[in-house]
């Protein structure tokens, strides 16, 4: 297996285990770590996507080293209309439930469908 396939599948896993992770949180009403929770969830879903992908972005995080917002924001648009969907709603949670805290727990239940359709695409396409 490649090295590209390990990873790829190493951030589809840890995208899963962040996505329940979050659940799990506002389950208890803590709107600020599942709000995390769940942007790492697609931000690592993402990340997994465009690695086995091959995409451009993911290539050119490894050059930088790291990932960017703008990396991440052009993997999501090139991945498809549910994936850039569930990466609008994720940056949502991190800027108004992380970071300002603005909303409540049911502005972040609103937003799980459309982030468990992503991690249900991730669990097929790496059969986890």
Known sequence: MSQ???ESRKRAELAIVMFN???NLISKGDI???SEKLYKAVE???KALAIA???DEA???LEKGRWTVSLLDRAAIKLGDGVRQAW???YFLRVNGFHEVRIGIDEGNARIPIIQRLIDYVRREFAI
């Open 59 to 61: 290539r050119e995080a």
């Open 32 to 34: 600020i770590q599942s």
């Open 88 to 90: 609008a709603e994720a």
């Open 4 to 6: 590209g396939f390990n």
């Open 53 to 55: 992908k091959n995409l």
């Open 21 to 23: 992770e979050g659940l």
């Open 44 to 46: 690592e879903a993402i």
